[in-house]
């Protein structure tokens, strides 16, 4: 697979060596572990990085034996698309672990997975680079590659979590090739997250602590919240309750299907994801169908699943040069 890069400060051309990427003006970007590095060493997602290299395998399909990710995917994409996947250049932006990254290869598309955080070890591990799997440590704002290279943009559960969503989606957008798709999820404002009262205060307290700290202090709350979602785990009222009144994330109501101990795991990524994010951005269906419009995009659907609201858009062939980061 041919990826045209970019220095992503510049947006002057780059020269792969060795070891490192060369800038027009001589500056370097060092490739470490085989992964070129494009952000600084600690930035606000680094208890994203450690979160995923903990819990590597816990949320994709070979590791769960339940498609829950191929489902989400399929659901995003819509039937057509996943179904031509093979031969695909895809862009999988805010990869993570690699829940996506998984379905999107078995499924034969080229992948190039990004993320800002150290999370891209995790999937290095998970899924190693070859002719068919790039990964960078990039930005999304901040893109090392030309613009409007890829066939499909993914962006799942990332864009609430940036610093500037409606920025993170223009960013997105232009790297999608004229005719190419673009497909988003965010999360959407419900009265009943404001009413999560112990999961806001307990985020007020941890995104300001040590990564490290933070990680130690979820398990600990999992371990002594978890047992008490379980006792009502068929009841959808209990749940309610059990939502409202502990800092946990638990799965007994949405994925019954899985295991004690998966369960728990899920509860112990998730908790943790849901209380150290730096930044956790809330819109509607109607607003956010509107930035995607506003991108220019035709196709446009939008609908409330999966963590609050999906959407995708196909870029016009005639639009490309309108955006403008
Ligand atoms: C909740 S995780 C979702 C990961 C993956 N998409 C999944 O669904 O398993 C959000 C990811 O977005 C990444 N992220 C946040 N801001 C980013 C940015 N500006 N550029 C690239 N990645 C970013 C985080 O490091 C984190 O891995």
Same mark, same amino acid.
């Given at each position: 697979m041919k990826i045209l890069w970019k220095d992503p400060n510049s947006c002057s051309a780059m020269i792969k060596k060795k070891n490192f990427f060369l800038t027009e003006s001589n500056d370097k970007y060092e490739i470490k572990n085989k992964i070129p590095r494009f952000v600084d060493k600690k930035n606000y997602t680094d208890a994203f990085g450690m979160q995923w290299n903990y819990?590597? *395998?816990?949320?994709?399909d070979s590791y769960s034996k339940f498609p829950l990710s191929e489902q989400r995917l399929k659901r995003c994409l819509g039937d057509n698309l996943f179904s031509t996947l093979k031969g695909k250049l895809v862009l999988e932006a805010g990869c993570g672990a690699g829940r996506f990254t998984e379905i999107l290869l078995d499924n034969g598309a080229n992948v190039t997975s990004i993320d800002m955080s150290d999370a891209v070890e995790a999937n290095q591990k998970n899924f190693p680079q070859d002719e068919n799997h790039i990964i960078a440590q990039a930005d999304i704002c901040k893109l090392p590659f030309m613009k409007e290279q890829f066939d499909i943009v993914i962006c799942l559960g990332v864009i609430q979590h940036t610093q500037y969503p409606e920025q993170t989606l223009k960013a997105l957008c232009n790297q999608? *090739?004229?005719?190419g798709w673009i497909i988003v999820d965010h999360y959407v404002f419900s009265w009943s997250y404001s009413t999560q009262i112990a999961k806001i205060l307990s985020r007020f307290v941890l995104k300001r602590i040590r990564p490290e700290k933070a990680f130690l202090i979820t398990g600990y709350l999992v371990k002594v919240f978890l047992p008490l979602h379980r006792i009502g785990r068929r009841s959808k009222i209990w749940q309610a309750l059990m939502r409202r009144v502990t800092p946990v994330v638990s799965y007994y109501n949405d994925f019954p299907e899985l295991s004690d101990e998966l369960q728990k795991e899920w509860a112990l990524l998730d908790t943790h994801d849901n209380l150290t994010d730096c930044y956790k951005h809330l819109t509607t269906k109607k607003k956010f169908k509107q930035s995607i419009h506003n991108l220019g995009l035709q196709g446009v659907k939008c609908w409330s699943a999966g963590i609050g609201v999906e959407g995708r858009g196909m870029k016009p062939i005639d639009i490309s040069n309108i955006i403008n980061v």
């Open positions: 819990f590597r *395998k816990t949320q994709l999608v *090739k004229p005719g």
